[in-house]
């Protein structure tokens, strides 16, 4: 057996370690790097299934153009022509890259190099425009660099650790796990969670604050003033290291704990709790992520928060310091490059002329971009306006993730060239590519990432590449050498544009600047191959590792001294008369974004199969709104209809609403098109987390599930959200009229034929509007569908399993009917543990048969005890129980 490849998982920022071990039987096995820095061995629950990801059905395998299959040549020939010819005729600025922070440091590296000093122009943006770009900016005002302080330890060192606008839980699984286990070490240790819904995370907090949308500006402001009138403020630091604290504590000093309490939808007491907490401990980290940067007011949050640290001089020291958590593997490698439309490569600025100068004479470019370049949003509004007329997407799906999605398919649909790099063939991207390019995906690809706390690991290969998909970095060289820019895109492979990328940093630098991997640019290639994870700076000739910045100021302002920045009041309620609702976005557990690869995991789409609302129970009756029945959400821009989902911990009058399910997978699940475009002023980020809408009853004569073992046919439903099963689908369904002939409506779902020799077996109740279908080939299950006037009730972990049963005797058909197991298998219930398929019945039951821990509920189901990403859950169902019991 060959040794297993060390490499990084390609989902979240916290950058885990994988060992991938290939099988001979074409599986592949991955665990935890125990070695590795970030994780020591762990994984949450969608690094686990990494393996049941990796199958080549669905991929994109060969370039195309115009839907018709062509080979690497032509199709790179005419993204080069295409490109060439729309700079000369409207000029460089017409033409546009929208990458991610999922490419790979390499890829990006050569993507802005091409933008920006080859086509001359800088309009490259990437989806961390949507993640990333609030504490970009925020960084930029307060240290003169986009620097994160801190390192992961300081999660475990710190006596006080804020979680603001972050789901930890489910987003940064394994440093929340890393958290939790340190608490648990040392239960002084305190936890404050700020959300205004009551995550998951909440499991490990102290004290939770359900902050109304948008209310952390006045809370951190309070906070400043706080801080002062209790005398907390380092005067040495702030004398020392910043400017500007005067200016800041005058504007704080309209926070007072009654203002902010009415600003932030809080009582003043837990203010004053909270302030009190934050005072009088001196190791402080405060983690933020989504909820603080996806507003208008997020690069204000921001500096809230970094104005607190910089007061307080805790910044830098173990256990101390603002630390914004990043959401994509390599959100902060694409920084590092210089991927944001403002900004040049290295960490340096666009706007700097000796930057641009020194960028221009190492790059031997021709040109370079000297002022910024269109951010995300306006970027598709360009393209909607013909001023962009050349669009290159790669390693994103902005018709699901952008605000306003309608009318980023709507521009797309009008451009005259839009070019998409993927590694799916089927995204609601690629449907309006002119051409589409083959990706390699993970396992297949070379090059580096960069995790939240800079820290810079190797994803390696470990399989061949498929079909004629190839690297990101390859296909962007190849149109910069057909571009007439031979010499400048001669990269031969990964560890040239590695070394490149690395010579940069230290170019000129001496200390000027945060990035500098001097120390890495003449690494070898099997230095490369063996490089182990190191976090930056890393300059040449130093070897002292320095691995947090600034607890002795040493900013990157020119007089190297940070700046407070001056928070003024923000507006906050974006509800009116006609939307009075406000709209929350965010993720679930084991899903993925737009869900092109979770989605493939039958284990990680049993969590949650369905696109939902969650609805506080007081607002949902208010909107006469039952649980399990279905809700159309709506703003000007567009609207869904998803499941009801009613939780008390939920704040009144809002919606949560997950970010992933696109039109490959819901009928209307697109969440992207009910948000307004509207952006921060400084940042460009949009504004996902607090969107005005309108809720309604969707009035469904009619409801439906089925599990089928081929992807079905759901043209004739008003409503319909898909799920991969074990061996198949399983399919929520609803319809606005009755339907008249169930037997035909389900043939056509199967996709049999009049003259199929499938078995059918049915059930009707035609007073009761119950219909029941199953069909069999042989003894393998088909299809089964349930109808019924109300939300259908049956067993849904009962009917996923019965695609992959063997049904030879009647009585196992006749329970495929009835929608229930017999007697002597119980039904799991809704699955909690994906690890090992543990539902929410099976923890029931072990909590009645008398554990009362989440250590004892593992013992007796093995639920939690693998990647433990469900252990908060598995917690909150004890802790319901308790209070059944205590009732
Ligand atoms: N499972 C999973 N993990 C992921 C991802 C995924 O798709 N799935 N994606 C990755 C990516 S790219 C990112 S960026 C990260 C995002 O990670 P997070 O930012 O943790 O995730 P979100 O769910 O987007 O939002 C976090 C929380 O912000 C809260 N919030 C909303 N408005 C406000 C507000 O005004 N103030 C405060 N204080 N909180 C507010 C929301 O209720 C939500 O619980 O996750 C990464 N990890
Ligand atoms: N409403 C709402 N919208 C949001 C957010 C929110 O909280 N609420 N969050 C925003 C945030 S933080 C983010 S990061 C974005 C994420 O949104 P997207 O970036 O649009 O989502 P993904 O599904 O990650 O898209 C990645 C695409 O790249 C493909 N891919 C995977 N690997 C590779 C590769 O190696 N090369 C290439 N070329 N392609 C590859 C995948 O198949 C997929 O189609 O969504 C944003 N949109
Ligand atoms: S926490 Fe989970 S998703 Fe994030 S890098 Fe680690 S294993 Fe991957
Ligand atoms: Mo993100």
Known sequence: MPEPVRTTCPYCGVGCGVLAKPQPDGSLEVAGDPEHPANFGRLCSKGSALGETMSLDDRLLYPEIDGKRASWDAALDHVARGFRETIAAYGPGSVAFYVSGQILTEDYYVANKLMKGF????????????????????????????????????????????????????????????????????PSMKVVLIDPRRTMTADIADQHLAIAPDGDT???????????????????????????????????????????????????????????????????????????????????????????????????????GPFSVTGQPNAMGGREVGGLANMLAAHMDIENASHRDLVQRFWNAPRIADKPGLKAVEMFQAVAEGRIRAIWIMATNPVDSMPDADAVAAALKACPLVVVSDVVADTDTLAHAHVKLPSAAWGEKDGTVTNSERRISRQRAFLPLPGEARPDW????????????????????????????????????????????????????????????????????EDRRRTRFFSEGGFFHADRKARFVPVHPQPRDVTGKDYPWTLNTGRVRDHWHTLTRTGKSARLSAHMAEPYGELHPADAARLGIAEA???????????????????????????????????????????????????????????????????????????????????????????????????????????????????????????????????????????????????????????????????????????????????????????????????????????????????????????????????????????????????????????????????
């Open 119 to 186: 086509v001359g122009a800088a309009n490259i943006d990437t989806n961390s425009r949507l993640c990333m770009a609030s504490s970009v900016a925020g960084h930029r005002r307060a240290f003169g660099s986009d620097t994160v302080p801190g390192t992961y330890e300081d999660l475990e060192q710190a006596d006080l650790v804020v979680i603001t606008g972050s789901n930890l839980a489910w987003c940064h699984p394994v440093l929340y796990q890393r958290l939790a286990a340190a608490k648990e070490k040392r």
């Open 218 to 320: 006045a809370l951190f402001a309070g906070l400043l003033r706080h801080i002062w009138e209790n005398g907390i403020v380092s005067k040495t630091y702030i004398e020392k290291y910043t400017q500007g604290f005067n200016t800041a504590l005058e504007a704080a000093s309209e926070f007072s704990p009654d203002r902010v309490a009415s600003e932030s939808g809080l009582v003043v007491g837990e203010v004053e709790a909270f302030f009190q907490l934050f005072a009088a401990t001196e190791r402080v980290v405060t983690v933020y992520s989504q909820g603080v940067n996806q507003a208008v007011s997020g690069t204000v949050k921001v500096n809230a928060i970094i104005n607190c640290h910089l007061a307080t001089g805790r910044i830098g020291r173990p256990g101390m």
């Open 474 to 541: 390859w296909q962007l060289a190849e149109v910069g050498k057909r571009m007439g820019f031979a010499r400048a895109f001669g990269f031969r492979n990964a560890a040239e544009i590695f070394r490149e990328h690395a010579a940069l940093s230290a170019l000129e630098n001496a200390g000027a600047r945060d990035f500098d991997i001097g120390a890495y640019s003449g690494i070898s290639q099997s230095e490369y191959d063996g490089m182990a994870p190191f976090q930056w700076p890393q300059r040449a000739g």
């Open 629 to 887: 029945e279905l809700v159309r959400i709506e703003s000007p821009h567009g609207s869904v209809v998803v499941r009801a989902l009613l939780t008390d911990r939920q704040r009144r009058g809002s919606v949560f609403v997950p970010m992933h399910w696109t039109d490959r997978y819901a009928a209307s699940g697109r969440i992207g098109a009910v948000a307004a475009p509207v952006t921060d002023p400084f940042s460009g980020q949009p504004a996902l987390k607090n969107v005005a809408v309108r809720i309604s009853r969707f009035a469904a004569a009619l409801y439906g599930f089925a599990v089928s073992a081929r992807r079905p046919d759901m043209r004739d439903a008003d409503y319909w959200a898909m799920a991969r099963a074990k061996e198949g689908w399983r399919t929520e369904m609803a319809f606005a009229a009755k339907i008249e002939a169930p037997d035909a409506f389900f043939r056509r779902v199967l996709g049999l034929s009049e003259d199929s020799a499938v078995e059918t077996i049915a059930y009707h109740d035609a007073r009761r509007g119950d219909h029941r279908l199953a069909a069999f080939d042989g003894a393998r299950l088909v299809g089964a569908l349930h109808l019924s006037r109300e939300p259908v009730a049956v067993s849904r972990g009962f009917a996923v399993e019965q695609l992959a049963a063997c049904h030879d005797d009647p009585r196992s058909r006749f329970r495929v009917i009835a929608g229930r197991a017999g007697a002597d298998r119980p039904d799991p219930g809704a699955i909690v543990c994906s690890c090992f398929g543990v539902g929410v019945n099976d923890i029931a039951a072990a909590i009645r048969a008398g554990c009362g821990s989440v250590e004892a509920v593992g013992k007796a189901t093995s639920a939690g005890t693998n990647c433990g990403s469900c252990r908060a859950e598995i917690k909150g169902i004890i802790d319901a129980a308790r209070i059944i019991a205590a009732e």
